[in-house]
T-cell receptor
Framework: EADIYQTPRYLVIGTGKKITLECSQT?????MYWYQQDPGMELHLIHY???????EKGDLSSESTVSRIRTEHFPLTLESARPSHTSQYLC????????????FGPGTRLLVL | KNQVEQSPQSLIILEGKNCTLQ??????????LRWYKQDTGRGPVSLTI?????NTKSNGRYTATLDADTKQSSLHITASQLSDSASYIC?????????????FGRGTQLTVWP
């Protein structure tokens, strides 16, 4: 079992609210990632980080933002949630040595009403 | 366009039976191919990883094969158990970037019935 944690696991929130999805890993991994996954669909990379103070946008355009102030912490923020943001958000991390395996957290299921 | 296609989309088998899941990809340049298992409501967990030079890799009752020439992979599950019920995702990594970009299939939803 990978030591990567996400909170909350489930979140139901109204339109227009600001939310932050938390992701923490205790493996000392440099690379961290956020994916969005809709039911029955593939994972889409929305943000990634090579290390502290590094953040990049992924393949799928997202209105969310991320920060990487500490190695172990990679939170994702939505300033104003909308129903189109309803999805599952998965955080992952890897060692960044080349052939690394990404270790995934349990995910946050977000429902915006 | 780099793509990963999996079949079948869903599969139902009886406990104790074997099954084989398929993955075709067009990702180039190829680095490695992984099979992940994703339980409902959980994040994916890596089962196997294969590079260009490897054509088979086992992990317990899971055996993955890779044909880099035809760009095909399969995941064979032997003597299925109820706990094998999950989505199995094929993931291919390219060598074209320092990130080692991952390309995900949509997964095969496997249901094992008693």
């Amino acid at each position: 079992e990978a030591d990567i944690y996400q909170t909350p696991r489930y979140l139901v929130i109204g339109t227009g609210k600001k939310i932050t999805l938390e992701c923490s890993q205790t493996m000392g991994h440099d690379k961290m990632y956020w994916y969005q996954q809709d039911p029955g669909m593939e994972l889409h990379l929305i943000h990634y980080s090579y290390g502290v103070n590094s953040t990049e946008k992924g393949d799928l355009s997202s209105e969310s933002t991320v920060s990487r102030i500490r190695t172990e912490h990679f939170p994702l923020t939505l300033e104003s949630a909308r129903p189109s943001h309803t999805s599952q958000y998965l955080c992952a991390s890897s060692t960044g040595t080349g052939q690394e395996t990404q270790y995934f957290g349990p995910g946050t299921r977000l429902l915006v009403l | 366009k780099n793509q990963v296609e999996q079949s079948p989309q869903s599969l139902i088998i009886l406990e104790g039976k074997n099954c084989t899941l398929q993955c075709n990809y067009t990702v180039s340049p190829f680095s490695n191919l992984r099979w992940y298992k994703q339980d409902t409501g959980r994040g994916p967990v890596s089962l196997t990883i294969m590079t260009f030079s490897e054509n088979t890799k086992s992990n317990g009752r899971y055996t993955a094969t890779l044909d880099a020439d035809t760009k095909q992979s399969s995941l064979h599950i032997t003597a299925s158990q109820l706990s094998d019920s999950a989505s199995y995702i094929c993931v291919v990594s390219d060598r074209g970037s320092t990130l080692g970009r991952l390309y995900f299939g949509r997964g095969t939803q496997l249901t094992v019935w008693p």
